[in-house]
């Protein structure tokens, strides 16, 4: 059942569409992830969402009840901003309880739902200090229990892990999804972080330019990109992309720098001769003294694997990455093979994907 | 660097100690030395023999009236800026209306108009109101304040915009969020323009001279000037003693709020 429907939703400011006809629909317990780089909308359709932004037009529906010219106090939505948002001059538990006494629940009633929000968020021992009192991730998690509290319909995160270090960040990052699972309440997260995206949602959005780029599950974004932006916006390092054409009546492209790859699931429309993106991640190029040289020019040591990037010595002189487990490799030239079953084939002037 | 080893920062230190101190200690002790004495030309840097006698005479006259009147027009004129300024500025930084940005320049002028200039039509809009020789008529006219309101905008711009929507999100209404939120957060700078303004109402001597000539409305920086206009026979002591006394509320209103009023001109934090 869907708990959040947004039907034709677009944002313009001024001339300026910054959001162009968005449609969505959250099952109740889901965790939605929508991603992409700053400026393309995300943060403007969250706001929507929340009320705090008018949609130029467009229906958003919670719970069946359309919401769209509703104040934000009266929507049962909360919010985990991305500076947390706390009053710097009340206490944690005020912090917490602050939108419960305005909704005028009784002291028993909010004394409980905060201590029990507290206990969950292992915060009981904080809620006499002030916010400036504590840690970043402190601070993170009474943003949380702020929302939490409320027990809204819907929760909304605002990029909640962009101002926390990295560490606490994979930390924070796991506490939020446990918490999310565990309370089962339906989440909006915005973010401009791949790893975030594929680890916290159930689905994720790609935004890009104001329009969605593609709508799935994470595992299918990455191993299915619905065009050249969103296979280049999640992987990292990003895909390699090299130019090519169609040849071999659909069923092979050959690429600028010579190779022929044969497509292993089936032939692509088009005439022989259509431009075309063949898309390779670099953990999936292969090195094989058969294969075209590639001149490295920066090795970069990770550890537990390497990436190297250099330049095909063929024609056009593309630029790869490659990810390779274990050391370095010798030398300054590396053969390399580009299989097959692994490559992602676009429509060079579109960008979308070719099934 | 060892601050006992710096002689001239001293010397600099002591030498201004000693300007901003001179003039009050030569308050202080000739309210305690013979009016004839002073008035021959004698005041010393000396505490004199006559005690606080001259308290003794000024506080049995007319000049406890005058504290109180100086008291209830400086807290009238502090009270009366930060409530209107605070509103304004709320409504300024914080409210989209048609014509917001016309307000806030027309307000932003009113910064260059001393009041003397436009002291005449403020006395007859006064006298039209029938406030002329009222307590009322003493403060009204002054609460309006460009500077405050300013000051005020500018402290509410700084309070971040998420800290806004936290609280629209929470359910509260405006003045809710102006109670709640904006007014505690800008404590300190509240408190600091408090002790600005309540100087400000006190040393008032122009506006109240014009519109009050009952002298039961006399405020007391006027009362000092009175005692000594009277030129043959003015009892210097009793003019130092008064103005020893007028000297006491604004200390004592900087001293009981020095922590905050610091805080409030120096931190930014928010």
């Not at chain 1, 300026?16 to 965790?31: T, Y």
């Not at chain 1, 949609?55 to 106090?73: A, K, M, Q, V």
């Amino acid at each position: 059942m869907a708990i959040l429907e947004l039907a034709g939703l677009r944002k313009s400011f001024g001339a300026v569409d910054v959001l162009r006809e968005i449609n969505l629909s959250l099952a109740s317990g889901e965790m939605l992830v929508i991603v992409g780089a700053s400026g393309c909308g995300k943060s403007t359709l969250l706001r929507m969402v929340a009320g705090l932004e008018t949609p130029s037009s467009g229906r958003i529906l919670l719970d069946g009840r359309d919401i769209t010219s509703e104040d934000p106090s009266a929507r049962d939505i909360a919010m985990v901003f991305q500076n947390y948002a706390l009053y710097p001059h009340m206490t944690v538990f005020d912090n917490m309880a602050y939108g419960l006494r305005i909704r005028g629940l009784s002291r028993e009633d909010i004394a409980r739902r905060v201590d029990e929000a507290a206990a969950l968020l292992g915060l009981s021992e904080l809620l006499g200090r002030k916010p400036r009192q504590l840690s970043g991730g402190q601070r993170q998690r009474v943003a949380m229990g702020r929302a939490i509290v409320r027990d809204p319909k819907l929760f909304l995160f605002d990029e909640p892990l962009s101002n926390l270090d990295a560490t606490l960040r994979v930390r924070t990052r796991a506490e939020i999804r446990r918490l999310q699972r565990r309370l089962g309440v339906t989440s909006l997260y915005v973010t401009h972080d791949q790893v975030e995206a594929m680890t916290l949602g159930d689905r994720l959005l790609v935004l890009h330019q104001g329009q969605p780029a593609q709508l799935a599950t994470p595992m299918e974004v990455f191993e299915r990109p619905a065009d050249t932006y969103v296979a280049g916006f999640i992987g990292a390092p990003a895909m390699n992309f090299l130019p090519a054409i169609l040849t071999e009546a659909g069923t092979a492209a050959r690429l600028e720098a010579g190779p022929l790859l044969h497509f292993i699931d089936g032939r692509r429309d088009g005439p022989d001769g259509r431009a075309l993106t063949i898309g390779l991640r670099p953990e999936h190029i292969r090195v094989d003294p058969n294969g075209v040289s590639l001149r490295i020019d920066l090795v970069e040591p990770l550890g537990s694997e390497t990436l190297v990037h250099g330049r095909l010595a063929a024609p056009g002189e593309a630029a790869l990455v490659l990810r390779l487990a274990g050391k370095a490799p010798e030398g300054e030239v590396l053969n390399v093979v580009f299989p097959p079953e692994e490559i992602h084939v676009f429509d060079a002037g579109t960008g979308r994907r070719l099934p | 660097m060892n601050p006992r080893r710096d002689p001239v920062a001293h010397a600099v230190l002591l030498l201004g100690a000693i300007l901003f101190v001179a003039p009050l200690w030569l308050v202080l002790v000739g309210s305690t030395q013979n009016p004839a004495v002073i008035a021959a030309g004698g005041l010393s840097f000396i505490p004199g023999d006559e005690g606080f006698s001259a308290y003794a005479r000024v506080l049995n006259g007319p000049v406890p009236r005058m504290l109180l009147i100086s008291l209830g027009m400086a807290l009238a004129i502090a009270i009366g800026k930060i409530f209107i300024s605070v509103l304004s500025a709320f409504a300024i930084a914080f409210f989209r209306f048609p014509c917001r940005q016309v307000a806030f320049w027309l307000i932003f002028i009113t910064l260059m108009l001393p009041v003397e200039v436009r002291i005449i039509p403020t006395y007859s809009v006064m006298s039209d109101l029938g406030l002329i020789n009222t307590f009322t008529g003493l403060w009204l006219p002054l609460i309006a304040s460009a500077t405050a309101t300013l000051l005020f905008r500018q402290v509410f711009v700084a309070i971040p915009d998420e800290l806004v929507e936290a609280a629209r999100m929470d359910g509260a209404g405006p003045l809710r969020f102006l109670w709640d939120i904006v007014l505690p957060v800008s404590a300190a700078n509240i408190a600091a323009l408090f002790v600005i303004l309540f100087i400000y109402g006190w040393n008032q001597y122009l506006w109240p001279l014009l519109v009050a000539t009952n002298p039961r409305l006399d405020t007391i920086v006027i009362g000092i000037v009175k005692m000594v206009a009277v030129e043959t026979e003015t009892d210097w002591s009793a003019v130092m003693a008064t103005a020893t006394l007028a000297l006491l509320p604004p200390v004592v209103v900087v001293v009981l709020m020095q922590r905050w009023f610091v805080a409030g001109l120096t931190e930014g934090e928010k």
